[in-house]
């Protein structure tokens, strides 16, 4: 083999890395059983304060916030309700805007998924460019080639105006009988 990796490796390693890590994620434990203040705190912080709008129930030491955690952890305390059954209560209530992370269905997941597969296009059509690029022959250097540069660049225009101009002048003249 030689120094290059062929492509099908480097794609296999890439499956494989992608792969193991979306493996950790799957199985990693969800931490098992967890207390009721944690419940309570866990879904406070997903809940928008009616009164501040831009903090969670958790941040907000709000007399309506103070309220909503005591509702809550009444409804897991007392009423025994999922933490699903509470989300859908308070959307309910206050509507989708009430939950500070949309809920990922419908039009929500095309938000959330369009700018993954935005990037994921973007990225695969900048491989294909270069690989497209690194295809193409390169060009040979023939031995006229260096003369033909050299000869360019000095009668090449300078940048300077006044030196520009004076150039023109001498071309036309040299150009009229």
């Known amino acids: 083999m030689s120094g290059r990796l062929r ?6 390693g890439l499956v494989v890395v992608v792969g193991a890590a979306f493996a950790v994620v799957v199985a990693s434990p969800g931490g098992g059983p967890r207390t009721p203040a944690e419940r309570v705190h866990s879904l406070a912080a997903e809940l928008r304060c009616v009164e501040c709008q831009g903090l969670s129930v958790a ?12 509702d809550i952890e009444r409804r ?10 509470i989300r859908r209560a308070y959307v309910d209530r206050y509507g989708e805007w009430i939950l500070l992370r949309p809920s990922g269905g419908g039009l929500d997941a095309l938000v959330w998924a369009l700018p993954v597969v935005a990037i994921m296009l973007g990225a695969a059509g900048i491989g294909v460019a270069l690989w497209r ?7 040979e250097v023939r031995p006229g080639d260096e003369e033909l540069v050299a000869d360019l660049r000095r009668t090449s225009t300078p940048a300077d105006p006044a030196a520009t101009s004076e150039v023109a002048a001498t071309k036309a003249t040299e150009v009229r009988p």
């Open 59 to 70: 941040d907000s030491n709000s007399p309506t916030a103070q309220r909503m955690r005591a």
């Open 7 to 12: 492509p099908w490796a480097v794609w296999g």
């Open 76 to 85: 897991i305390v007392e009423e025994r309700q999922t933490d699903a059954e």
């Open 133 to 139: 690029w690194r295809r193409q022959p390169r060009p």
